[in-house]
């Protein structure tokens, strides 16, 4: 089936056996937009990268990317600001994972996931911004209704 | 081959049109619960596919909705119509949030779902109790992933799991278990203000087989609360002493002499309040006053 809707599109003249003209080539890698930052780190605070399997030593400033982790431990605490401008601090004991591009089957995709602890959060113009949260149980969607993204 | 891999790329980017041929003697309402499992669906039907009536012959193919698209502005049409049923009947623009969400229910029937999406965010915008406010809330995730929301400032949260969404005005709390849907919110809790006995008060007790009391520990109530959990601790160190109430006192059970602090806080359905601000007692021996008769032969 597959085949035979591939068959169409293959240029006129040209056979299967023939090579088609190479496509054109790829769009050069871009770095990937930081979706929040570090800020405030206090005690021990831990980020691991999405392309990495090692818990590192947060620093304030820190960019965070899609599917990072940021964990905090007994006593620890940090900020992370979104690039719309909206806050969160988690507090002690805290586990969350930056917009997470594989969600849980029948998940919508959201901006931070909180797996434990207590996260508070803050946006100061909640008619033009939006965060949404996704826990275990339930997702929370604060601000500026979203339907489509 | 490359061609092929082309095609499947161009297949996954664009979403495929979704068709369904009539059946005999099939309704349009019946073809709705067939497809999109909403016999209400009819109209969206009818719109998307600029029929002029419900009677479609058999054999007719019909273009169907994004499922997806669909169920997205479905519920967050349902939380609009909630945020609306439990806004202040009295809010300055309910009535204009009400018109915005027929208009935005017209648009759903006639499969704009987009133009619906649009017409839901402004009435969200009218209704927010809290409009111009930061939007300020927590999030407490436990072990067993059950988690508690609770919404300080601003416009409503919402909080959707099990294909339910609730909103959650400012000074509501709701605790969602996990594969539960949201139940109704509650009022944020305050803490209790302890009353008796007054901060660091000296209480004088003859001790009782070495034990000092009792101490009567006293609270305001706090509207809403179903109990108390009182606490009783030594200066540093954990709890010595714990109790859950429904009356706004505790007779203390006696303690050795020494300094003790406790703490209150009310307990709903759902959550607990903020424990009380601590208040310290102290527990001395009182003099034991031996009282000597007039003997009889003096």
Aim: with cysteine; net charge positive; glycine share 6%.
């Amino acid at each position: 089936m597959l085949l035979a809707l591939a068959l169409p599109v293959l240029p006129i003249g040209c056979t299967a056996d023939e090579k088609p003209p190479a496509p054109p080539p790829p769009p050069a890698a871009r770095m990937p937009e930081p979706r929040a930052h570090l800020k405030e780190v206090r005690g021990d605070v831990k980020l691991k990268r999405a392309t990495g399997d090692e818990w590192l030593a947060a620093r304030e400033g820190l960019p965070l990317f899609e599917n990072d982790k940021v964990r905090t431990a007994a006593g620890a605490s940090a900020r992370v600001t979104f690039a719309n401008g909206s806050t969160v601090n988690l507090g002690e004991d805290a586990l969350i994972g930056i917009a997470e591009t594989r969600p849980r089957p029948g998940r919508e995709r959201t901006d931070l996931t909180v797996l434990k602890g207590r996260v508070d959060a803050a946006l100061d113009a909640p008619t033009t911004q939006s965060l949404s949260v996704t826990t275990p149980s339930t997702t929370v969607q604060a601000g500026r209704e979203i339907v489509f993204r | 081959m490359r061609s092929a891999l082309f095609l499947l790329a161009w297949l996954a980017a664009t979403p495929a049109e979704r068709e369904v041929v009539v059946k005999e003697r099939e309704s349009l309402a019946q073809v709705a619960e067939r497809t999109l499992g909403d016999p209400k669906g009819a109209s969206e039907l009818k719109a998307l596919n600029r029929l002029t009536s419900d009677a479609v012959p058999a054999g007719t193919t019909l273009k169907l909705p994004s499922l997806e698209d669909r169920s997205r502005v479905k519920s967050a049409l349902e939380a609009a119509r909630n945020a609306v049923a439990q806004a202040d009947r009295n809010a300055a623009r309910r009535e204009e949030a009400s018109a915005k969400l027929r208009e935005a229910e017209a648009q759903f029937q006639s499969a704009e779902y987009m133009a619906a999406a649009k017409t839901i965010d402004s009435a969200w915008a009218l209704l927010s109790p809290g409009a111009g406010q930061p939007s300020t809330f927590s999030v407490n995730v436990e072990e067993s992933g059950d988690t508690t929301v609770t919404v300080q400032t601003g416009p409503p949260v919402r909080v959707r799991a099990e294909d339910k969404t609730q909103p959650v005005n400012s000074g509501q709390v709701v605790r969602v278990e996990k594969g539960k849907p949201p139940p109704a919110p509650e009022a944020v809790l305050s803490a209790p203000q302890p009353r008796m006995p007054a901060d660091k008060a000296p209480l004088k007790f003859a001790p009782v087989k070495g034990l000092l009391g009792p101490v009567t520990l006293t609270w305001s109530a706090v509207p809403g609360a179903k109990g108390y959990e009182v606490e009783v601790l030594p200066p540093q160190g954990e709890p010595l002493r714990s109790s859950t109430l429904t009356a706004t006192k505790w007779l203390l059970p006696s303690l050795p002499a020494g300094r003790y602090r406790w703490t209150v806080r009310a307990v709903g359905e759902s959550h607990k309040s903020n424990a009380s601000a601590e208040r310290f007692f102290e527990l001395t021996e009182d003099k034991v006053r031996i009282e000597v008769g007039k003997p009889d032969w003096q």
